[in-house]
C-alpha cells in the first residue's frame, strides 16, 4: 500500500480546478466538464478513486470529446434503454 502522503498528493483537488463534475461514474469516478484553460469545454474522466488517474475522454477517433458530444450520446444512450422496457 502506498504512504499516506502519496495517495494524499494523487487524491488532492488541485487536480481538478477549474472542473465541474457532470456524472458520477460508480466507485467513486466521475465525467468532468472542465470549465477553464485549454481544454475549457472537454469532458474528462478521474478514474482516481480506481487508481485510473485522470485522462480526457476521446471519441471514436481519438479526439477529444465535447461537453454538447458527450451530452447527446449519453442522451442516445440513455433514450435507447428507455425504449427497450
Known sequence: MPDDSLVDEYMNVK???GCLEICHFGHGCAFLLVLSGREAGNIWFDG???YGGI???LNNLGERTS???WYLNWLENS??????I
Open 15 to 17: 487536480h481538478i480546478q
Open 48 to 50: 482516481r478513486a480506481d
Open 55 to 57: 485522462e480526457p475522454e
Open 67 to 69: 461537453f454538447s458530444e
Open 79 to 84: 433514450l435507447g434503454e428507455i425504449s427497450q
